[in-house]
């Protein structure tokens, strides 16, 4: 199931997620140091609510963003994923194919259990 999940993504992001124009990059501080946090967080959510949660609840999991950085994306997957030993191949081969075509160089980190991190978003299917 999980590389026809795969297979899904790379398609679901392909056609539902267009190329970025050069305009809409994130902003960058007056000092010129880090991008905007809240720049960064809205495309992550946008691809995780169109894309990735559907995929998860599909297989009785539910999909929690739990922070997002340039350099770090923090997810979080409950419900029946909570301990499933795929978790490891659900973040390989869905969710780091498809954060790359929004943050290219943020690591992924993917966390699984029944108790969500403190301030993790909820990302509920549409």
Partial sequence: MVCSLANSVRVSVNTKTPPAP????????SAGSAPNKSALREPVAKLCR????PLVHAD?????LVNVTAEDVHIHLGGACAGCPGAAVTRERMLEPALKTVLPKARLHVTTGFRVPEGAEKIDVG
């Fill in 22 to 29: 050069a305009s809409s990059a994130p902003s960058v501080s």
């Fill in 60 to 64: 009785g999991g539910i999909l929690f």
């Fill in 50 to 53: 169109d894309v990735l949660a």
